[in-house]
C-alpha cells in the first residue's frame, strides 16, 4: 500500500491526498514533519513534505508524486493523454505553483500566524499575486474545471494554492484577488461541497493545534 508522509496542514501534501482520494487509490498517512535528522532525510532529502513510500523507496516533490499517481494507479484520469492537452494542464499548474503560491506564501507568516512580513516583502508578493491571478484569467478555462470539463491536477493545485492566496488578499491587502474572476469564485465553492474536500478539510482543522504547537517549539 502507498504511504503519504506530512500533515495534513500542509497545502501540498493535501494536494496529492485529494489526488488519491479522488482516483480511489487506499493509502496510509504517516505524520511527518520533516526535520535535519538522519532519519527525516532518508525519507525526504531537502527536508520537506510531502512524501510517497512506494515499494521501491520514496518519492519527492508534489508534481513528480502526482504524476507518479496518474501514470502507475487506477480511477479517473487527472491528467489527458494527448500530449499538447497533457502539457496545458501542467503548465496550469505550474504556473498556478510559481506566480500564485509561492507569491502568497512569503505572507503566510501575517496572514495565519500573527507575526508581521516586512514591507517590501509584502509589495513584491502583492504585485506578483495580482499578475499571476491575470495570467490564470487569461489561462483557465474554468468550464468548469480550471482546464476544460474535467477535473484535473490543475484543479489540485487551483484549490490548494488559490484559496491561501485569496485569504492573503483579504487579510494581509485587505482585497479580493477574484474579484474580476467569478468563475474561479464558483469553482472553490463547488470544491466546497466534495466530500474528499470536505475530509481534507476536516483533517486539516483537526491537525492545526499540534502543528501550531511545533511551529511554537520552532521559535
Not at 483579504?170 to 467569478?182: I, N
Request: glycine fraction near 6%.
Amino acid at each position: 500500500m502507498l504511504k503519504l508522509y506530512g500533515f495534513a496542514v500542509s497545502n501540498y501534501y493535501n494536494m496529492v491526498k485529494l489526488a488519491l482520494l479522488e482516483k480511489g487509490v487506499p493509502f496510509e498517512e504517516v505524520p511527518f514533519f520533516a526535520a535535519q535528522t538522519p532519519e527525516a532525510l532518508t525519507v525526504s532529502p531537502c527536508a520537506k513534505v510531502p512524501a510517497l513510500e512506494v515499494e521501491q523507496g520514496f518519492i519527492n516533490e508534489t508534481n513528480v508524486i502526482l504524476e507518479y499517481i496518474e501514470q502507475t494507479q487506477p480511477g479517473p484520469k487527472l491528467l489527458p493523454t494527448d500530449p499538447f492537452e497533457r502539457a496545458q494542464v501542467l503548465a496550469l499548474a505550474k504556473e498556478i505553483e510559481l506566480y500564485i503560491e509561492l507569491p502568497a506564501r512569503a505572507c503566510y507568516a501575517e496572514a495565519f500566524f500573527g507575526m508581521q512580513v516586512p514591507d517590501a516583502i509584502k509589495s513584491k508578493a502583492k504585485a506578483e499575486l495580482l499578475q499571476g491571478i491575470a495570467s490564470l484569467g487569461r489561462q483557465g478555462k474554468f468550464a468548469p474545471y480550471v482546464a476544460g470539463e474535467t477535473l484535473s491536477v490543475a484543479d489540485i493545485y487551483f484549490l490548494y494554492s488559490v484559496s491561501l492566496a485569496s485569504a492573503v488578499g483579504h487579510k494581509v491587502f485587505g482585497m479580493d484577488l477574484l474579484a474580476e474572476l467569478p468563475a474561479a469564485k464558483a469553482l472553490l465553492e463547488h470544491f466546497e461541497k466534495n466530500p474528499h474536500v470536505q475530509r481534507i478539510a476536516a483533517d486539516r482543522e483537526a491537525a492545526m493545534p499540534k502543528f501550531l504547537a511545533w511551529i511554537s517549539s520552532k521559535k
